[in-house]
Every structure is written in C-alpha cells, then in structure tokens.
C-alpha cells in the first residue's frame, strides 16, 4: 500500500475541489494513484469540478507564426519563471521558435530540434535552445509545436493573454476576405475562452461518449431522487445529461459567445457569416495551447531555502 501524504491529498483537493477527508479516502481506495481518485470523486459526486487537471503549471508563453492565409504554427516554450517569460530576451527566442516551426517540414518534435536553426544554420534547433539556456541562466523547453496548412481556405489565430494562450483555426471556404477572417477571429476567440474538445459532435470518439456514461451513471446511481426509477427513465437521464455536456466541448454546439440573443449557437453563426458573404465556410479543425497545460511547477520556498543555506554554512 502506497503512503498517502499530506501533499498528495492537498494537490487532488486542489484538482477536484473535494473535501479533505474524500480526498484521502479516495487515495486510499486507489493506492494512491492521482487519476484513479478523480475518478473515484467524480463517480461519487464529490468533485465540485475538475478544474484543474490542466492547470496552469509551468512559465513561459505561446507564440503564432504565418504565412499568407493559408499556413500557421503555434508553439510553446517553457521557463521556470514568470519573471524570464516576460523578459524581451526570452519573447524574441519565443517568436523565432515560432517562425522556425511554420517553416518546418518536421512531423515530431525530435525531428524538429534537430533542424538547422533558421537564425543561424551553423546550429541546430537544440543547439540554439541550450546557447539561449546559457544566456538567460534558467532551465527553458521548446514544448511542443503544431502547423496547419490550409488546403481549402484559410487559417486565422489568436493570442490571448500576452502569449498564455494560442489558438489556430481551420475553415474550408471559397471565399477569403476580411469579414471571413473577422469571423473566424471571433471563433478563434471563442476556442481561447471556452476551451472545447472538438469541432463538432460528430468528432467524438465511442470511448469519450462510454467513459463520460458510466460517470454520469454512477452519479444518477447515487441520487435519492432517481432510486426506483425504471430503467428506461435512467437510460433517458444519463443520455440528456451526456448531450448536455456534449454541447459544453463541442464548438459548433456551444453558444456563441458574442450572439445577442445568447441564444446562437457557433454552427448558426458560422452559417450566417457564409450566407452574408456568399461563401460555402466550414470550420475544419482548432488547435489550443495553453501555456504550462498539465506540467507540475515546482513550488519555491524561499524563506526555507535561505534558512536551509544558512544553516550549511
């Protein structure tokens, strides 16, 4: 049996917003293992919210490079501190891993540190990420990177948060102009702020839809208002509520955050934008960095740190 610490039980309450003692008992009931007790919490209803699963765990900022219309890459780079991800020094690093990226014809990352540095092709992508280490004097990370290359129309991206968040949208059009790109602006908008999963309910996977069932089962399971219910009644709660959330991660399905009647959802929007300017516009595909999205940060303790120096010496 694993030990469950004080840490361990603080980070899943932090994760879950569950009461202490849920938290330990639903450690204990997994051994400890961190997904394992979410789950466990959810099924019984303890998890206030799941919100930080994802949290915001890491420094540094996102970046977004193109090319015309069609073409654009998103990128993250990581630094151990707020105070290095605001630096000038750090940002320009950022925004030519950006340019590099757009301009790559790599498929992983390992493929791309081992590019020739545009900047400088004496020096590979990694190369150029250990001189900037030896610079700056912190530990920093080319994350992750993705290109998109619009085949049927265009891509648009938005930055939020000076660099905390970075998004990229695909539409299929035969028409590019500037109220489409505004359009697809205001959708790119709308991934930042609402974060979905995918584009439409019909992207979503067998095992997403089973998974989020038998949650919803175990908590139906557990209300008082639902015991002695036929079957047929259960089956219908459980669909209504997966077709619920099923419109909260599907972007089309969301209502749009700028409707006026806060009623419009994506789908309409996008439907009317192409009625406006005679253009058959679809929305193909998103992509959405979130800087520091599920890396752990390392807490700093600088009072202890100095007392600990203190007393070596």
């Not at 008992?25 to 099924?43: D, H, S, Y």
């Not at 540095?117 to 004496?122: G, L, P």
């Not at 030896?134 to 080319?142: F, Q």
């Not at 998974?211 to 919803?216: D, F, G, P, Q, R």
């Given at each position: 049996?694993a ?20 938290c ?22 303890q998890a ?7 949290r ?21 780079v990581?630094?151990?501190t707020d105070?290095?991800a ?11 891993v ?7 014809t ?10 020739a ?6 020096k590979?992508v990694?190369?150029?990420?250990v001189d900037?280490i ?9 994350r ?9 129309g265009c ?8 660099g905390r ?7 299929d ?12 602006t205001?959708?790119a908008?709308q991934?930042a702020a609402?974060?979905?999963k ?11 839809k089973a ?6 089962a ?5 209300d008082?208002k639902?015991?002695g ?11 209504g509520?997966?077709?619920k ?10 209502v ?9 959802t994506?789908?309409?929007y996008?439907?009317q ?20 999205e599920?890396?752990?940060?390392k ?6 740190e ?6 070596g010496?």
């Open positions: 049996m030990e469950i610490t004080a840490a361990m039980v603080k980070e899943l309450r932090e994760m879950t917003g569950a009461g202490m003692m849920d330990k008992k639903a450690l204990n009931e997994t051994n400890g293992n961190m997904e394992e007790a979410v789950e466990v919490l959810r099924k019984n209803g206030k919210a799941v919100k930080k699963e994802g915001i765990a890491a420094e540094g900022i996102c970046r977004i490079a193109a090319v015309g219309d069609n073409t654009a890459a998103v990128v993250e990581n630094s151990e105070f290095v605001k630096n000038e020094q750090f940002q320009q690093f950022v925004e030519a950006a340019k590099q990226a757009v301009n790559s790599a498929a992983d990352m390992d493929a791309f540190m081992e590019e540095w545009n900047e400088d092709a004496s590979t990694k190369e150029a990420l900037k030896a610079v700056i004097g912190e530990k920093l990370s080319i992750r990177f993705e290109k998109i290359v619009a085949e049927n891509v648009v991206s938005y930055v939020h948060g000076g968040i970075g998004v990229i949208v695909e539409a059009t035969d028409v590019v102009n500037d109220n489409i790109k505004e359009a697809l205001n959708i908008m991934v609402l974060n979905p995918y584009v439409a309910t019909s992207d979503v996977s067998e095992e997403y998974h989020e069932k038998e949650i919803i175990a908590q139906i399971a557990q008082p639902m015991a219910k036929p079957e047929k009644v259960i089956e219908g709660a459980i669909t509520r997966l077709n959330e099923l419109k909260e991660v599907c972007l089309l399905e969301q749009y955050v700028k409707a006026e009647d806060g009623k419009q994506v789908s309409q996008v439907a934008v192409a009625k406006e300017n005679g253009a058959n516009l679809s929305i193909k595909k998103f992509v959405r960095f979130e800087t520091g599920g890396l752990e940060k807490n700093e303790d600088f009072a202890a100095v007392a600990a120096q203190m007393a010496n």
